[in-house]
């Protein structure tokens, strides 16, 4: 394998599942009987807003019972030892991997304890329910909607992911099903600038073809064992 210095990593799901936070597509993926795909939308906000609002409502407070899990841990001690150029790009929501102390990272579809003012555009931390009518600190209008992106939305930071995926050396996805664009294209996006790609998934993905290598098994497990290894190596060259 070439010298690696600049690593992007994409996480999804997968990696925060063992800390309890349900997976998208997964058996407990549901809501109310139905898919992501059917609430996470502008059209589904405007259709039945308390439906939505309560979906993240939940989701939100779930967050106040679980713990970042060895997985977020090893990614945030790699994040603080390596040298070179290092981006984590998650797509999920929760705060695990910024609990686990990682700092060069970014939230491409969003955060759940972000607010975003439907009415002036503010995005501000918020911690409550939504579905209690909140107001927006900025302008005063109580339009707040979670700041998450949805389906036909377009993803925070795109500009800087490409960047830096057109700098690597290395991709890593974790915990992704590779269902949704465009981060399921970003292996791809890699693979044209010469990057090595790596996948670590429980399962194989829609999108395991475009790896280099795919390592199957929990998150909590392939992670700190691949951080090791990386870290170890790059020591020893
Ligand atoms: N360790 C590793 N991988 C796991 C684990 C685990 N313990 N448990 C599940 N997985 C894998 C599953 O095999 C699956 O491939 O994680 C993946 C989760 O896939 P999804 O539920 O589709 O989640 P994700 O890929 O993050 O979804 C992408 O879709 O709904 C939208 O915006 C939402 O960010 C989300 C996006």
Redesign the pocket.
């Known amino acids: 394998m070439a010298e690696i210095e600049n690593i992007v990593i994409l996480t999804?799901?997968?990696?925060s599942?063992?800390s309890g936070l349900a997976?998208?597509?997964?058996p407990d993926?549901l809501w109310e009987g139905r898919r992501?795909e059917e609430i996470?939308t502008p059209e589904a906000l405007a259709a039945d807003r308390g439906l939505v609002l309560d979906f993240y409502d939940q989701r939100r407070r779930a967050l106040g019972s679980v713990e970042p899990n060895a997985a977020h841990k090893a990614l945030a001690f790699l994040d603080a030892h390596w040298p070179g150029e290092l981006l984590i790009v998650t797509?999920?929501v929760d705060d695990l991997h910024e609990r686990a102390g990682a700092g060069r990272m970014l939230h491409m579809?969003g955060e759940l304890l972000s607010s975003l003012c439907a009415s002036c555009g503010e995005r501000a931390d918020f911690g409550g329910d939504m579905i209690d009518g909140p107001r927006c600190v900025a302008c005063g209008q109580n339009e707040l909607r979670p700041d998450i992106v949805f389906f036909g939305e377009m993803p925070y930071e795109m500009e800087r992911i490409e960047r830096a995926l057109m700098r690597a050396d290395l991709f890593v996805s974790i915990?992704?099903?590779g269902?949704?664009y465009p981060?399921a294209g970003f292996v791809q996006i890699a693979r044209h600038a010469s990057a090595e790609t790596l996948e670590l998934?429980?399962?194989p993905?829609a999108g395991s073809v475009y790896f280099h290598e795919t390592r199957l098994g929990?998150?909590?497990a392939l992670v700190p064992a691949w951080v090791d290894e990386l870290l170890t190596t790059s020591a020893s060259a």
């Open positions: 999804g799901a997968g990696i599942a063992e997976t998208f597509r997964g993926g992501v996470c797509q999920n579809h915990g992704t099903s269902a949704v981060a998934n429980l399962d993905s929990p998150a909590s």
